[in-house]
């Protein structure tokens, strides 16, 4: 199996022990995933402001480092879903139609393609996980309270795995925290406003650690969380599915 | 860099004055100013949502009816000219008089004449989107008319001279001590009386006296039945009922999507409205009107006014499937947070936002961006309208057109001009970091130049990037 890794360009740039424990993950699972230096981004950022247009180099970019993998693996489900739900612009030739296919996200690649069900990982704190709502509702990674009473997804399946983990339950299992793209900073009240409501839940349910799928949610919590000084850390999932003690 | 945010700031501040009111953006800011109405008006919409769930979880065929309702407004719309005539011959037929509206002038027209062929004086109203969006009141008022909501929300921003913020609940945005504050002033209630019991009691002793003396009422329509001529008009305070049975002449005004092909899909919405709408099995009043009772004249007016032009899109017909729940309104995230009022159209909310930029695009162009994109709208919602896909689209359109700040479409170029060439990506990328690093904290952090930074802290610039990592250490 050729699996390539999609870091994508704030992750990179961020991030990097993301990108690295992503890694280390997919290497303990038997995976040897391999970084082609010629990605960048899956253009989301353009698209979401409303200019798509703009953005089909860097998918004809993102097709062409890609194209000969049977895999491509993120960290971060909004990019994936970006790939999956939003290269339909471009003319659909094999290439497009097998990256927008095979482009997963981490978790996703996990339990749907490798078949994991047990981590072998050790964490002893409590954990909130913040659903990000391109892997939620985009992908269907976990269901949502809108369509069911059911709180089940990928994400928190894995995480049940690690050992001495505990999942804490939150007032709100789903609310967007207020990231948004460009709407962070073009809608900075009410982003803000947004992503101190979720932190908030995260505290009053006790979570020492927050965690998720997708590292731009966290970036916009852990912001919040370091603006207000607060004793609470914010982790990609795949730091936690590869932390032992 | 900074020469550049300086000229986004600049474009952006002339895009903004080129319009006449405040873009969503800033009336919401202003709205999360106040942090504790924030927190309460959040927390009020987010209790009707949870009642909305524990009503959709109860039945298991909660998405089936979903689907059906979805189809069956999908199947409409596909030949609604045909139903709309339907409608008309049995409406017709059955003794009520329909007229047809092009625009929001020619509706206020109608009910103008008819009013006024009665020699009228007095008009009672319940509550009636179409009527907030073709601006009747004002109207009305202004050729001598007085007209009197009768919903008890729709009242009490009448008397305070202000548009519904909610389509469902009109005046969400109000505390009860904010309401008795109006009926201390337009009904004489005692200063601080704020109890809702005794405030409701006194708007209905109040309307009672316009119900008797009305000399026509006009209400909304929720359904009309092709098959059977008649409609559907669902209320939970009985006013409407109270208004038309009373009053010699009653007048319904529809928008042109409110058909259904027949009754024997009324109960797919019906179940499906309360529900998700207040979290009620029912509303407490589901009046059908077939015909008009004896020595009564009764008036359907059906309105087009821009929702021609929107079935005509093919990436925005589903708008017009919307029964008006209010559902997207309780379960959005960004409305709770910034209030009804500030979308600036009659419908608020994630479906106002695709619905507006269809009569107004330059006018309401921010409004496909006061979204997250989150997509909870569009699971939420009981005729399933794919709104956030609309958002994304409308998006397209308005940067399509230039119908966004230069400086923001600009950046974009350049961003994607840089994101398409992996070597000058990382070398920026590489610069930017170090930018990051060594630019004092007060200028990386000020939220003038960086609105990130009002509430959130800069991600720490790690020295190596992920891939700077990856060639050092893989290999
Ligand atoms: S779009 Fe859907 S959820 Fe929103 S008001 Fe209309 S029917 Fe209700």
Redesign the pocket.
Same mark, same amino acid.
């Given at each position: 199996m050729n699996v390539a890794l999609f870091i994508p360009c704030y992750v990179d740039q961020f991030y990097p022990q993301v990108g690295i424990a992503t890694l280390q993950l997919l290497e303990r699972l038997g995976v040897q995933a391999v970084f082609p230096m010629e990605q960048t981004c899956c253009g989301q950022p353009m698209a979401n402001a409303g200019c798509e247009a703009d953005s089909i180099p860097v998918y004809h970019n993102y097709v062409r480092t890609f194209a000969d993998f049977d895999y491509i693996v993120a960290p971060s489900g909004s990019c994936v879903y970006h790939v999956r739900k939003h290269f339909n612009i471009i003319e659909q030739t094999p290439a497009v139609k097998h990256v927008r296919e095979r482009t997963y996200e981490l978790v996703q690649f996990l339990t749907e393609v490798l078949g994991v069900t047990s981590v072998d990982a050790e964490f002893p704190y409590r954990v909130g996980l913040h659903q990000s709502c391109h892997g939620q509702r985009g992908l269907r990674l976990a269901s949502d309270s809108e369509m069911s009473p059911s709180r089940d997804g990928h994400l928190s399946r894995l995480l049940k795995q690690v050992r001495r983990l505990e999942l804490v339950e939150l007032d709100r299992y789903d609310e967007c925290c207020g990231f948004g793209g460009a709407f962070c900073v073009s809608e900075a009240a009410v982003s803000a406003r947004m992503g101190q409501d979720r932190v908030a839940d995260h505290v009053k349910n006790g979570a020492q650690v927050i965690t998720g799928g997708d590292v731009s949610c966290l970036m916009h919590l852990e912001g919040i969380v370091r603006r207000q000084k607060l004793p609470l850390r914010v982790m990609h999932i795949a730091e936690i599915l590869t932390a032992t003690t | 860099m900074l020469q550049r945010l300086r000229l986004y700031r600049i474009s952006e501040t002339i895009f903004l004055q080129n319009l006449t009111h405040m873009t969503h953006a800033q009336a919401a800011k202003r709205f999360t100013a106040d942090v504790d109405r924030t927190t309460w008006h959040d927390g009020a919409l987010w209790f009707v949502r949870q009642k909305r769930d524990r009503m959709a979880y109860s039945l298991p065929e909660w998405e089936e009816l979903r689907e059906l309702a979805s189809q069956i407004k999908n199947h409409t719309l596909s030949r609604l000219d045909e139903y709309l005539e339907e409608f008309e011959r049995n409406a017709t037929a059955n003794g009520i008089r329909v007229h047809w509206a092009a625009n929001a002038q020619e509706h206020n027209e109608i009910v103008l004449q008819i009013i006024r062929q009665h020699n009228g004086k007095r008009l009672v109203k319940s509550k009636s989107m179409l009527t907030e969006e073709c601006h009747l009141n004002p109207f009305l008022i202004k050729e001598g008319i007085e007209v009197v909501d009768t919903d008890l929300g729709e009242r009490i921003i009448q008397f305070n001279d202000e548009p519904p913020s909610h &389509?469902v609940l009109p005046a969400i945005h109000l505390k009860k001590e904010d309401v008795g504050q109006i009926f201390h002033k337009h009904l004489g209630t005692p200063e601080g009386a704020s109890d809702p019991q005794f405030l409701t009691e006194t708007a209905r002793q109040h309307l009672r006296g316009h119900f008797v003396a009305a000399d026509v009422a006009l209400s909304g329509v929720n359904f009309a039945i092709a098959e059977t001529g008649g409609f559907v008009v669902c209320t939970n305070e009985g006013n409407a009922d109270l208004g038309v049975t009373l009053a010699p002449v009653h007048i319904a005004s529809m928008g042109i999507e409110k058909m259904i092909p027949r009754l024997d899909h009324l109960g797919v919405y019906t179940r499906l409205l309360a529900r $998700?709408?207040t979290g009620q099995l029912s509303t407490t009043y589901t009046s059908h009107f077939h015909r008009p009772r004896p020595g009564q004249e009764l008036h359907v007016i059906i309105v087009d006014n821009g929702r021609v032009e929107q079935l005509g899109r093919p990436d925005f017909r589903a $708008?017009l499937? +919307?029964?008006? +729940? %209010?559902? +997207?309104?309780n379960?959005c995230p960004v409305y709770r947070r910034s209030g009804g009022h500030s979308y600036d159209y009659t419908?608020p %909310?994630? &479906?106002g936002s695709i619905l507006s930029p269809n009569v107004d695009l330059k006018k309401h162009s921010t409004l496909p961006f006061a979204s997250t994109l989150c997509g909870s +709208?569009s699971d =939420?919602?009981? =005729?399933k &309208?794919d &709104?956030h896909v609309q958002l994304y689209k409308w998006r397209q359109i308005i940067g399509g057109q230039k119908a966004m700040p230069a400086g923001k479409r600009v950046g974009m170029q350049l961003l994607a001009k840089v994101l398409a060439r992996p070597r000058l990506y990382a070398r920026l990328g590489r610069v930017a970091r170090r930018m990051l690093a060594s630019t004092p904290s007060a200028l990386t952090h000020n939220g003038t130049i960086n609105p990130w930074a009002i509430a959130r802290e800069m991600p720490e610039p790690p020295k190596q990037s992920f891939r700077e990592w990856y060639a050092a250490n893989q290999k």
């Open positions: - | &389509i $998700s709408a $708008s499937k +919307c029964i008006r +729940c %209010g559902a +997207c309104m379960t419908v %909310g994630p &479906i +709208c =939420v919602c009981p =005729v &309208i &709104i």
